[in-house]
Nanobody
Framework: LQFVESGGGLVQPGESLRLSCAAS????????IAWFRQTPGKEREGLAC????????NYADSVKARFLIFRDSAVNTVHLRIDNLKPEDTGVYYC?????????????????WGQGTQVTVSS
């Protein structure tokens, strides 16, 4: 399972952004994909996950009001939409996956990782 993230960049506070995670190399139809954020000096933070089995989603409490994870199954892509961006949303955003049903946002629960995309929120 391989991932390529895209959609990052420099954005102003209050704007919205959609990150994309293009997935390939599937060996099963059942998997979970999650988005994580890494900022300097902090641990990698789990933001949201989506399962293909039972079509469940889970969000970190800190982001559930502004973040939306959704899947475009036609192109095997999982998106993360972020509304009302704040400077503290700055960081490298990664998607990760596992061939299992999980609602975990712990990075150690995931096996396959993308290279990340940088998001910088600044005026």
């Amino acid at each position: 399972l391989q991932f390529v993230e895209s959609g990052g960049g420099l954005v102003q506070p209050g704007e919205s952004l959609r990150l994309s995670c293009a997935a390939s190399g599937f060996t099963s139809d059942y998997y979970t994909i999650a988005w994580f954020r890494q900022t300097p000096g902090k641990e990698r933070e789990g933001l949201a996950c989506l399962t293909t089995e039972y079509k469940r989603t889970n969000y970190a409490d800190s982001v559930k009001a502004r973040f939306l994870i959704f899947r475009d199954s036609a192109v095997n892509t999982v998106h993360l939409r972020i509304d009302n961006l704040k400077p503290e949303d700055t960081g490298v955003y990664y998607c990760a996956g596992i061939y299992a049903f999980t609602l975990s946002l712990d990075p150690s629960s995931y096996v396959y990782w993308g290279q990340g995309t940088q998001v910088t929120v600044s005026s």
